[in-house]
């Protein structure tokens, strides 16, 4: 039985056992986000998540995809995380393409222009910047877990308001809905 095995029945691990395991970052979209449209990237992003999660590359313990930027809690299965990005990345730049191919389609007069964005984003992989992930309130709320302070925080309350109105967050699986990418449950990890 190997370490990955006997740790995942491990039913008395720590919380800091399974943490360790996972990676946590934050994507902030690059300028290809001003060029696609916002639901359209959520549906880009949400895709590439399930074709990395379908070919068993990484698996999303949690995620929030905002304007700007998608929040990740993954574990990588058999890759380095490195190459798990890389395809995730080759997702995203295959459906810009496909989007600016369908654009530059219907029209025409803008056609150079949705060329030069195309080669840009495409060619140089610029579409994400990579952070840490060091917001802990956040972090929790996407997995589901409660927290609970012993005063009022006004950025806490505001924070989980706006989780509860995200529709592209795993806060939902946590919740019993279902969200558009397949998660992982921290339960189920």
């Known amino acids: 039985m190997t370490h990955r095995k006997l740790h995942k029945n491990n039913k008395t ?80 730049a295959d459906s810009i393409h496909h989007y600016l191919r369908e654009e530059r389609e219907l029209d025409q007069e803008r056609c150079e222009e949705y060329q030069e964005i195309e080669e840009k984003h495409i060619a140089h992989h610029d579409l994400f910047k990579r952070y840490p992930f060091d917001n802990e309130y956040l972090l929790k709320l996407i997995i589901g877990q409660e927290i609970d302070l012993l005063y009022y925080s006004p950025y806490l309350a505001k924070l989980k308001d706006q989780i509860h109105d995200y529709n592209y967050c795993s806060a939902l699986d946590y919740r019993g809905a279902k969200s558009p990418v397949t998660i992982t449950k921290l339960s189920e990890f």
């Open 13 to 92: 691990a720590t919380g800091l056992d399974r943490w360790s395991r996972l990676h946590k970052f934050v994507l902030d979209i690059e300028s290809w986000g001003k060029e696609v449209p916002y639901t359209q990237r959520k549906v880009m992003i949400a895709e590439a998540l399930n074709t990395c999660t379908y070919h068993r590359y990484l698996k999303v313990i949690g995620y929030l995809i905002t304007v700007r930027k998608v929040f990740l809690i993954i574990e990588t299965q058999d890759y380095r995380l490195e190459d798990a990005l890389r395809l995730f990345y080759e997702c995203i």
